[in-house]
Structures are given as C-alpha cells and as structure tokens.
C-alpha cells in the first residue's frame, strides 16, 4: 500500500460517509426520478387492449370500460404526483444517503401502482382489489410526505422554503393519504363500491383543507 506523509484525523470509514454520504446536488436523482414516473405512466397502457373476438368497437368499449377508468386514475394519480416532486425538487440543495433512500422507496411505490390497477380493472368492486389499490395510492402518498419531512429535518431544502411554505405543502399532501387509507377500512366495513365512491370525497376535502390552511398560515405570519 502507498505510504501516506499524513495520517488523516479521521478512519478510512468516516471519510468514505463524508465523502460519498452527502452532496450538494439533486439534479440527478431528479432526473433519475422522471425517467421512473415516466415508465410507470407508460406500463399503466399495457392492460388497454383489444379481447380477442371482439367484432366492434363498440363492443370493445363496453367490455373493457372499466380498465380505460381505471388507467385514467392511476395516469392522473401518478401524474399528479410527478408534478408534486417535480416541483419540490426544485428546490432541494443537496442530498444524503437517507434521501436517496426514501426516494428509491418512493419510486418503488410509483412503478408498482401498475399492479393493483390492473386488479381495479378486471375485479372492482371486489374487496381484495380496491383494497389493494387504496392502500398501494395511500403508501405513496405517505412517502411523498415521509420524503419532504426528511428534506426539511436534514437541512436540504432551499432558504426559500420557509416555516409556512413547507406546512402548507405538508399540509395538501393528507388529504389523499386520508382518503385512499380510510377507504381501505371502508372496504372492508363496507363493501368495495362504497369504498370506490369515497375516492370522490378529493375533490371536496382537498380544496377545503387547502383554504384552512391558507387562512391559518396567513393569519399566524399577520400576528
């Protein structure tokens, strides 16, 4: 081995965390993170197909409608959730080892959204697959959550990303994470139709927390 006019202060482990354990630029794990969404979006294409021994497209249609609805969700769902990351990402300034983690998890949860879309698709409203489907949304939007909790607590988020502007975004994150998980219980209290309909209570419960926490936010920075 090479000999070394200096001892370093600190052991070959210690310098190897320091060295690779932490950098000062996202860029490539945002990119990296793109290319994964990108490939979920497009696998959610491979259930839209034409059943053997169709004689019309008519006949298609009203075949296969529920796997068209069921793409349309989980495309807007992971759309939806692109965007979020994107956007957050861009204000991220350096990354460790923990971040590269849950993001890998979180990208896990991306690219197997395909599987229980095709469940939703060839068995809804059966209780196993909205299920499935409900509790596989609610894990990625919990990591989501769980991944902009760790930029903050870790100091990898811009100056610009203020107290009120990080529990605002933290805020817009829960209401699908209550939803997707409650219905879960519904399903299995309920039935998986009713389960399914709750998924509109979005469109109700997310603009509403939306502007409770504008209001609360901006009245706090006031006083």
Same mark, same amino acid.
């Given at each position: 081995?090479?000999?070394?006019?200096?001892?370093?202060?600190?052991?070959?482990?210690?310098?190897?965390?320091?060295?690779?354990?932490?950098?000062?630029?996202?860029?490539?794990?945002?990119?990296?993170?793109?290319?994964?969404?990108?490939?979920?979006?497009?696998?959610?294409?491979?259930?839209?197909?034409?059943?053997?021994?169709?004689?019309?497209?008519?006949?298609?249609?009203?075949?296969?409608?529920?796997?068209?609805?069921?793409?349309?969700?989980?495309?807007?769902?992971?759309?939806?959730?692109?965007?979020?990351?994107?956007?957050?990402?861009?204000?991220?300034?350096?990354?460790?080892?923990?971040?590269?983690?849950?993001?890998?998890?979180?990208?896990?949860?991306?690219?197997?959204?395909?599987?229980?879309?095709?469940?939703? /698709?060839? &068995? $809804?409203?059966?209780?196993? @697959?909205?299920?499935?489907?409900?509790?596989?949304?609610?894990? =990625?939007?919990? #990591?989501?959550?769980?991944?902009?909790?760790?930029?903050?607590?870790?100091?990898?988020?811009?100056?610009?990303?203020?107290?009120?502007?990080?529990?605002?975004?933290?805020?817009?994150?829960?209401?699908?994470?209550?939803?997707?998980?409650?219905?879960?219980?519904?399903?299995?209290?309920?039935?998986?139709?009713?389960?399914?309909? /709750?998924? &509109? $209570?979005?469109?109700?419960? @997310?603009?509403?927390?939306?502007?409770?926490?504008?209001?609360? =936010?901006?009245? #706090?920075?006031?006083?």
């Amino acid at each position: 081995m090479p000999e070394s006019r200096e001892t370093p202060p600190e052991g070959v482990e210690a310098r190897t965390r320091r060295l690779f354990g932490r950098g000062t630029n996202a860029d490539r794990v945002a990119y990296y993170s793109d290319a994964v969404y990108a490939i979920a979006m497009t696998l959610l294409v491979l259930d839209l197909r034409i059943p053997e021994g169709a004689t019309s497209a008519l006949d298609v249609l009203q075949q296969e409608w529920q796997s068209y609805l069921a793409f349309a969700l989980s495309f807007g769902i992971i759309a939806y959730s692109w965007m979020g990351h994107h956007r957050r990402f861009k204000y991220v300034v350096g990354f460790d080892t923990g971040l590269l983690v849950i993001n890998l998890v979180l990208l896990f949860l991306v690219v197997s959204l395909p599987f229980p879309t095709s469940l939703i /698709s060839e &068995f $809804a409203p059966e209780t196993s @697959a909205v299920v499935a489907y409900a509790a596989a949304v609610a894990l =990625l939007e919990l #990591a989501e959550l769980a991944e902009w909790s760790y930029l903050r607590g870790r100091g990898l988020l811009s100056p610009e990303i203020d107290e009120q502007v990080f529990w605002y975004v933290f805020w817009s994150m829960l209401p699908a994470i209550v939803v997707f998980g409650g219905s879960v219980l519904v399903a299995v209290l309920v039935d998986g139709s009713a389960a399914m309909l /709750s998924w &509109f $209570a979005m469109f109700a419960i @997310a603009p509403i927390v939306g502007v409770l926490v504008r209001r609360r =936010l901006d009245s #706090a920075r006031r006083a």
